[in-house]
């Protein structure tokens, strides 16, 4: 008889076209259960990993990008069938749909069921930082201190298969308290923050945790 051995590892990718992927590479490099972390620029990459995150940057840049390289299709069907973290402009890439776009709108890779305002927060200059509760997440009491830089938010959740994991604490500007700031669907997680610059790699752990138990 076959005997099935537990999954104790994985390959994860991060998507390399634009924006901060080494931060994310960096923190991956760190937790035992990745085997390895790569930046991911081509089909045969992504091909070749367990799981992706899509970091923070230009999210209209990354998807030009994308398209000249021929990795939207790849992307889309990825985003469907493996794990796949978006941080910031990451979780725009992901919904469904998004507002305040350029003017013509930009390519999505869709497949996560939120609606996004895209840099709800203004400018770089509004970018702030603050601590955010996730015991389901991340167990005890202990909060995660994020960073928003141009961030965008969740502005509708469209089916109950998304799970809402963390909400704003407090009032940032124009923006309320309890706005839903980091959902997770099934194989798929998106936060508005940058989870990467800080030294705090317990979402990245949890990520981890995902995409083992998706490859079991």
């Known amino acids: 008889m076959v005997v099935n051995q537990p999954v104790t590892h994985v390959k994860v990718g991060v998507l390399a076209l634009q924006g901060a992927f080494i ?14 972390a790569i930046p991911v620029r081509t089909e045969e990459q992504l091909n070749s990993v367990d799981a992706l995150i899509i970091p923070g940057g230009e999210s ?3 998807a030009l990008i994308a398209e000249r390289c021929n990795m939207l299709e790849p992307l889309r069907a990825f985003v469907r069938s493996k794990p796949t973290w978006g941080t910031c402009a990451g979780m725009i890439l992901l919904a469904d749909e ?9 390519q999505l890779l869709g497949g996560l069921h939120i609606s996004v305002n895209r840099n709800q927060f203004g400018s770089q200059k509004e970018s702030f930082e603050t601590d955010l509760y996730m015991p389901e997440v991340l167990g005890g009491d202990t909060p995660f201190h994020a960073v928003f830089i141009r961030a965008p938010i969740i502005t509708e959740i469209k089916s109950d ?6 909400k704003l604490g ?10 839903i700031v980091a959902v997770q669907q099934n194989h798929l997680m998106a936060t508005a923050f940058h989870p990467e610059l ?4 317990r979402l990245h752990r949890y990520f981890v945790g995902i995409a083992l138990q998706h490859k079991a």
């Open 170 to 179: 407090n009032q940032v500007g124009s923006t309320n308290a309890e706005t």
């Open 198 to 201: 800080t030294s705090d790699d």
């Open 60 to 62: 209209t840049a990354m």
């Open 23 to 36: 931060e994310h590479i960096h923190t991956l490099n760190n937790i035992a259960e990745v085997t390895e």
């Open 98 to 106: 998004a507002s305040k776009t350029k003017r013509g709108g930009q």
């Open 161 to 166: 298969k998304v799970k809402v994991l963390c």
